[in-house]
T-cell receptor, first 115, second 109 residues
Framework: DTGVSQNPRHKITKRGQNVTFRCDPI?????LYWYRQTLGQGPEFLTY????????KSRLLSDRFSAERPKGSFSTLEIQRTEQGDSAMYLC?????????????FGSGTQLSVL | SQQGEEDPQALSIQEGENATMNCSYK?????LQWYRQNSGRGLVHLIL?????REKHSGRLRVTLDTSKKSSSLLITASRAADTASYFC?????????FGTGTSLTVIP
């Protein structure tokens, strides 16, 4: 168990550029979540995968955001035409439990700064 | 939007003292969980309490749950400087976990 890995740890980009983040979950975990967190706030749900299927997507998520999880393993989160308001920590989490006993294992996050 | 709210937003105590933080949530739940986050890092799961439980212990952690009031509390006993972090409650509703706004705990050596 090597834990959840996220890359890169930090990303600085100019407004209007596209960025892509990667998440490698714990290998036997079938669920994968993306969250966004701004300073002083709790994580805000973005989207969720069960294996390779994207089952839920936040209504707050702009069409500029897209996530994939090919083959049910690693996942990528892409933000197109970045805006300064996209600056945040992007967290990935995975889990294997279901329902009443499910708990999340988080990566260290990718800190995005849009200039 | 976030479902839970923690109280207080910030808490500063001396090492050795106990720290209590509270969480209120909005909808019915199957369980409630507490997570800890060190600055600039991801969250780490601390403890889970099921909706049919009223109290749970794990080491220096004690969690209570009152489903009638839709609230939970986390008590950290005999605090240490290493407990300095933000603490979040989380509930599961629909197909997602909702996190509260967090309590920032500072333990002064």
């Amino acid at each position: 168990d090597t834990g959840v890995s996220q890359n890169p740890r930090h990303k600085i980009t100019k407004r209007g550029q596209n960025v892509t983040f990667r998440c490698d979950p714990i290998s036997e975990h079938n669920r994968l979540y993306w969250y966004r967190q701004t300073l002083g706030q709790g994580p805000e749900f973005l989207t969720y995968f069960q294996n390779e299927a994207q089952l839920e997507k936040s209504r707050l998520l702009s069409d500029r955001f897209s996530a994939e999880r090919p083959k049910g393993s690693f996942s990528t989160l892409e933000i197109q035409r970045t805006e300064q308001g996209d600056s945040a920590m992007y967290l990935c989490a995975s889990s294997s439990g279901t329902g009443i006993s499910e708990k999340l294992f988080f990566g260290s996050g990718t800190q995005l700064s849009v200039l | 939007s976030q479902q839970g709210e923690e109280d207080p937003q910030a808490l500063s105590i001396q090492e050795g003292e106990n720290a209590t933080m509270n969480c209120s949530y909005k909808t019915s739940i199957n369980n409630l969980q507490w997570y800890r986050q060190n600055s600039g890092r991801g969250l780490v799961h601390l403890i889970l309490i099921r909706s049919n439980e009223r109290e749970k212990h794990s080491g220096r952690l004690r969690v209570t749950l009152d489903t009638s009031k839709k609230s939970s509390s986390l008590l950290i006993t005999a605090s240490r400087a290493a407990d300095t972090a933000s603490y979040f409650c989380a509930t599961w509703s629909g197909n997602q976990f909702y996190f509260g706004t967090g309590t920032s705990l500072t333990v002064i050596p």
